[in-house]
Antibody, heavy 118, light 110 residues
Framework: EVQLVESGGGLVQPGGSLRLSCSAS????????MIWVRQAPGKGLEYVSA????????YYADSVKGRFTISRDNSKNTVSLQLNSLRGEDTAVYYC???????????WGQGTTVTVSS | QTVVTQEPAFSVSPGGTVTLTCGLN?????????PSWYQQTPGQTPRTLIY???TRSSGVPDRFSGSILGDKAALIITGAQADDESVYYC??????????FGGGTKLTVL
């Protein structure tokens, strides 16, 4: 069974940092790109970042560019998202998503909650 | 700035058919945007319904279908059921590994 399990969420003060991790199983992790999507409370889904299967190429939404960094470790089947200079508007559930065929998002993790507040 | 547009809300009667659409503020949606559709019920993780315009994800019933209608992508639900009551999100691939989500359509079945 394909499974994605996120961890690392929590409460952090504005300006602080957090590192989210996503552990993958049930598929050949090194063959697929991975994506982070977030959802603020009561709001819609928002693309955050993506990394290709070899980790050589990374992409970011304008709202997080320069503050967030995505990375992956294919030896450990994990993808991470480093969140720096956090703001209140970064408060959201962060989902780890498997990049499927034809640019679809085919498997979603359960999400991890990040709350930015003083 | 690219904006993906969806109807904020829609209602359908049980057993009825509904077409939800996904447009662009700056042009037409085509298959080149690889439109995909996701269903989310309150408090739940999104579920993938359709990718690559019209390919159903594994386990998705065939009463969910996708297409291009005119200048928009469309999600068609036939024989709507009570548990179809959800928010439906459209996503378009913009190239350079960037995706843009629509704001979602809240579907009510009543």
């Amino acid at each position: 069974e394909v499974q994605l399990v996120e961890s690392g969420g929590g409460l952090v003060q504005p300006g602080g940092s957090l590192r989210l991790s996503c552990s993958a199983s049930g598929f050949i992790f090194s063959s697929y790109g991975m994506i982070w999507v977030r959802q603020a409370p009561g709001k819609g889904l928002e693309y955050v970042s993506a990394v290709r299967n070899n980790g050589a190429s990374t992409y970011y939404a304008d709202s997080v560019k320069g503050r967030f960094t995505i990375s992956r470790d294919n030896s450990k089947n994990t993808v991470s998202l480093q969140l720096n200079s956090l703001r209140g508007e970064d408060t959201a559930v962060y989902y780890c998503v498997k990049w499927g065929t034809y640019y679809g998002m085919d498997v979603w993790g359960q999400g991890t909650t990040v709350t930015v507040s003083s | 700035q690219t904006v993906v547009t969806q109807e904020p809300a829609f209602s359908v009667s049980p057993g009825g058919t509904v077409t939800l659409t996904c447009g662009l503020n700056s042009g037409s949606v085509s298959t080149n945007y690889y439109p995909s559709w996701y269903q989310q019920t309150p408090g739940q993780t999104p579920r993938t319904l359709i990718y690559n315009t019209n390919t159903r994800s594994s386990g998705v019933p065939d009463r969910f279908s996708g297409s291009i209608l005119g200048d928009k992508a469309a999600l068609i639900i036939t024989g709507a059921q009570a548990d179809d009551e959800s928010v439906y999100y459209c996503v378009l691939y913009m190239g350079s590994d960037i995706w843009v989500f629509g704001g979602g359509t809240k579907l009510t079945v009543l």
